[in-house]
């Protein structure tokens, strides 16, 4: 005997409409706002970020894992219009959208959101705007409001799915889809109804797990969010629909997605509170959760403790760092990120977390394996993200102690305009030369002048 379907709720696979509105208004708000009317400190924040992560990406350009990439992504016949950050090669805007984003996040050092949700936004959000600007004209002004408008999206979509990351996913690959397609379409100016269905175009395309910490396929969550957020802008362009309720309907993102929701998260407070002025910068180039931890045993490192005489290194820590950096014998760079017991044995016996630092001959240092045994590690519930205590404690009976309340780089504790400077020519001089380095730098302090961002792009490009 066959039951009759008779309910919308049943005919619509449970996707029968809310009407609420909330993604229809989000993308009204996105499609409606300009340049204009972005709060000085947005715009400001926009530059730090835009800085921030070109000197990533072009001290990226040059890793193992791109050379990888590159060659793969050469096996497909798109034209090749768009710049590779700090490279020679061009690419078709897909492949450009993954080779970029990956680039800027294949070191770790980019930036990230921490102000309820960890999201490395500008990696997918910059590098869908490379490709996207190559589509359709835009300028400097077009680009800050672009890249504003995509971190509204994917940290307010983020905050409406609380228990999003606990479920696996990496967020840089889920949510950094959905700001990237709202970045792009914004730079593409869509209307409001093509503005939502490019939300539910990206947001279908929403990837990217935890387990590849440590892989390759870490920072390629970057790239194929970009590349996903360029697709879905062009394609609502085109006219492709999609779910008007992709973000809070019965069967969408934050309810597929995250064990509990907070819908209102997604839309309060839009064009009041702007996400962008949560973000962070990092001074070490590994999990952000590791920086507290770091800052602390660089301080009782400079206090002249022989690591001969070091009997442990105790580290009291939120919980995520144990979670998502507890790697406890990292065997390469990729991984030494990831592991709380290597960044604490580094930065005690180097006095730096750098580059250098998670290199995967760093990873095998005797001396850092040896040190990093001495590591243990405790989870404080009470602790914030950015907060960590260090008790280094010696064979004679010493005890050392240091307490972090607010990590370097942080919104409490923010990276000045001039550190971040100095962290973009350190990224960048290497790959472009001083001269260029610098004027590139210049031309983003002055990005609303700019009438054309290719020719910005085009400065990071590899030398010829």
């Known amino acids: 005997m066959f039951m009759a379907l008779s309910t919308a709720e049943e005919i619509g696979y449970g996707v029968s409409p809310l009407k609420t509105n909330h993604s229809s208004n989000f993308a009204e708000f996105c499609a409606a706002t300009t340049f204009d009317q972005l709060p000085d400190t947005v715009r400001h924040e926009a530059k730090r970020g835009i800085i921030d992560w070109f000197g990533c990406a072009i001290a990226g350009s040059q890793h193992a894992t791109i050379d990888l990439l590159m060659k793969g992504l050469s096996n497909f016949g798109s034209a090749r219009t768009v710049p590779v950050i700090g490279r020679r090669e061009r690419l078709g805007p897909l492949e450009a959208a993954m080779a970029n984003g990956q680039i800027g996040h294949v070191l770790d050092f980019d930036d990230t959101h921490m102000d309820g949700v960890v999201l490395h936004t500008s990696s997918p959000v910059l590098a869908a705007l ?20 995509g971190f509204e999206a994917g940290v307010r979509v983020g905050k409406s799915a609380p228990n ?20 792009a379409a914004r730079l593409l100016k869509l209307d409001a109804r093509q503005t939502v269905h490019a ?136 991984q030494s990120k990831f592991s709380l017991y290597h960044s604490a044995a580094v930065a005690f016996l180097d006095q730096a977390a750098g580059l250098s630092q998670y290199s995967d001959e ?61 962290k973009f020519l350190a990224n960048s001089v290497p790959i472009l030369g001083e001269e260029r380095a610098r004027f590139l730098l210049a031309a983003i302090w002055r990005l609303e002048d700019q009438a054309d961002i290719n020719e910005l792009f085009a400065l990071a490009h590899g030398r010829e």
Request: with cysteine.
């Open 130 to 149: 490379i490709s996207t600007s190559h589509l359709s004209a835009a300028s400097g002004r077009d680009l800050m409001t672009a890249y504003a408008l």
């Open 164 to 183: 999003h990351h606990d479920g696996g996913w990496h967020l840089t690959g889920t949510l950094g889809s959905i700001a990237a397609g709202i970045a």
């Open 199 to 334: 939300l539910g175009i990206a947001t279908t395309q929403a990837a990217g797990m935890q387990q590849n910490r440590g892989t390759m396929c870490k920072s390629f969550h970057a790239g194929r969010a970009a590349s996903s957020g360029v697709i879905a802008a062009v394609l609502a362009r085109q006219g492709f629909d999609s779910s008007e309720e992709i973000v809070e309907g019965k069967k969408g993102f934050s309810r597929t997605y995250s064990a509990t929701t907070d819908i209102a998260a997604f839309t309060s407070d839009l064009g009041d509170r702007w996400e962008i002025l949560s973000n962070g910068y990092k001074p070490y180039a590994c999990g952000v959760v590791l920086h507290p931890l770091i800052d602390g045993v660089i301080e009782l490192s400079r206090c002249g403790i022989d690591p001969a005489k070091i009997a442990e290194i105790r580290l009291r820590v939120h919980p995520h760092a144990i979670r998502i950096t507890g790697v406890l014998d990292p065997q390469t760079g990729l």
């Open 362 to 422: 760093r990873a095998k240092a005797p001396e850092v394996v040896s040190l990093r045994g001495l590591v243990s590690a405790y989870a404080d519930e009470a602790y914030r993200r950015d907060e960590a205590h260090v008790t280094v404690v010696t064979h004679d009976g010493g005890v050392h102690e240091q307490h972090v309340h607010h990590a370097k780089g942080t919104r409490a504790n923010p990276m000045s305009d001039d550190t971040l400077g100095e």
